[in-house]
């Protein structure tokens, strides 16, 4: 098996799958398919599989013209239909794993979308997952359910590997195609032949490990690390405002040392897919070995409470002002979890405008990139612009995504107080109004 796949690899005989064409998988399935091999997107959402079908794009990291040329070339399809899995060679998982309404890993998706899989699996077809997941999902999770749903042997008639994502959204110099990728799969000649797969399409480094659990713990670790970073400048940003210092200068300061120390930042909480779950997949599977994480832990209990916090100290602000928070008339400027894309997964400005209306803040939100959001169900829509005008009507800004296309100069001239929690006002010279998170 091991010399026909990697035969097959270098003639671009291998058709390609993707599971899941969202954030990680539609640019993975892009790539793949630039690369001269033949891919099939799987996605259960109909509207998902219409648009990619009509070359039309839904992520900010897709060229919308590689993926029109494409899927006008032949080169990449997308179906609901699992039963064209007999027809691919190398298939690739990339659904969601979010936690469920007790901070747990919530793997149904992975599990159904492996169970889908396994009913159409062929001979020789390299399975790989790419879904944050627990240490231990690839081997005690997807391996026996590919085996007993297809009958066939991993190792002997299929390989399995994880290689885990690496999406950062908007990133202008880090791509799909040129983050290094990890990989560690079930054997030697899997994990060979797997990243060979992988160093056909990619450009970045692809570095093997020895077993699919420390590539699961791996991603763990890299954002597990930048969680508790983000919670020691968070709790120093409430401390050092006790103190009447600005933490951002401090940061400024500390950054010039050339080594052993790495510039994070505060913020209104943690947003995006990664790190603010993947740290409670570690201390989940943790329990299992009768071992509590208590610094993660710790870290985690500090940035969930940054959305509150933020809302204490926009208080605070209209207080110096001689209003109340109740009543008055906020614009809480970004929606995003970061800062010039349309990404507002677990954003916590969410949260923030949330707990802005439950104290009975008028509350409205302005985000270029996102006009309106769905939470709890429901949609929530922005106001369409801002002007002078519109920014003198209201009693607080709250700055809770730095987006570039503001005009910061024209807000501050023009807000009663403004709310900085992201630093967006840091080349503004002028700051009678303005309160740094």
């Given at each position: 098996m091991k010399e026909r796949l990697l035969e097959k690899i270098a003639k671009r005989d291998i058709t390609v799958g993707v599971v899941g064409l969202g954030y990680v998988g539609?640019?993975?399935?892009?790539?793949?398919?630039?690369a001269g091999f033949k891919t099939i997107g799987f996605d259960v959402q109909e509207e998902k599989v219409k648009m990619v079908n009509e070359g039309h794009n839904y992520i900010g990291d897709v060229v919308n013209e590689d993926l029109k040329e494409l899927v006008e070339s032949g080169m990449m399809k997308a179906t609901s239909d699992f039963s064209f899995v007999k027809d691919v060679d190398f298939i690739a998982i990339c659904v969601p794993t979010p936690l469920d309404k007790h901070q747990e890993p919530d793997i149904s998706y992975v599990k159904s979308s492996t169970e889908a899989i396994s009913k159409h699996l062929s001979r020789d077809t390299m399975v790989v997952l790419e879904s944050t997941t627990y240490p231990g999902t690839t081997e005690e999770l997807l391996l026996p359910i590919l085996e007993e749903g297809s009958g066939l042997k991993c190792g002997e008639d299929f390989y399995l590997g994880f290689s885990p994502e690496r999406v950062d959204p908007g990133n202008l110099i880090y791509k799909t195609k040129n983050t290094p990728k990890v990989v560690g799969a079930v054997g030697k000649d899997a994990t060979e032949v797997i990243s060979a797969m992988y160093r056909e399409v990619l450009e970045g480094e692809i570095y093997e490990v020895s077993s699919p659990a420390i590539a699961e713990m791996e991603k763990i670790l890299e954002n597990t690390y930048r969680n508790i970073n983000i919670g020691l400048v968070n709790e120093l940003a409430i401390l050092c405002n006790k103190m009447g210092i600005s933490l951002w200068e401090v940061i400024d300061a500390a950054k010039t040392k050339p080594y052993g120390f790495q510039a994070f930042y505060p913020g209104p909480g943690l947003g995006g897919h990664c790190i603010p779950l993947d740290p409670y997949y570690l201390t989940w599977k943790a329990r299992e070995f009768g071992f509590h994480t208590s610094m993660i832990e710790n870290s985690m209990i500090i940035n969930d409470k940054m959305p509150e916090y933020t809302v204490d100290r926009a208080a605070s602000v209209l207080n110096e002002h001689k209003k109340a928070l109740n009543g008055s008339k906020v614009l809480v400027l970004g929606v995003a979890y970061k800062n010039n894309i349309d990404d507002y997964r677990e954003s916590p400005a969410l949260n923030v405008i949330?707990?802005?209306?439950?104290?009975?803040?008028?509350?409205?939100?302005?985000?270029?990139?996102?006009?309106k959001y769905k939470r709890n169900g429901e949609w929530h829509e922005g106001i369409s612009e801002i002007n002078a005008d519109i920014i003198k009507g209201y009693d607080l800004i709250l700055v809770a995504t730095a987006h570039d296309a503001y005009d910061y100069e024209m807000i501050r001239k023009n807000a009663v107080a403004i709310f900085d929690t992201r630093n967006a006002f840091k080349d503004v010279e002028e700051r009678d109004n303005i309160s740094l998170l």
């Open positions: 539609l640019p993975l399935a892009v790539e793949k398919a630039k949330d707990i802005l209306k439950e104290r009975g803040a008028v509350t409205d939100f302005y985000d270029p990139w996102i006009p």
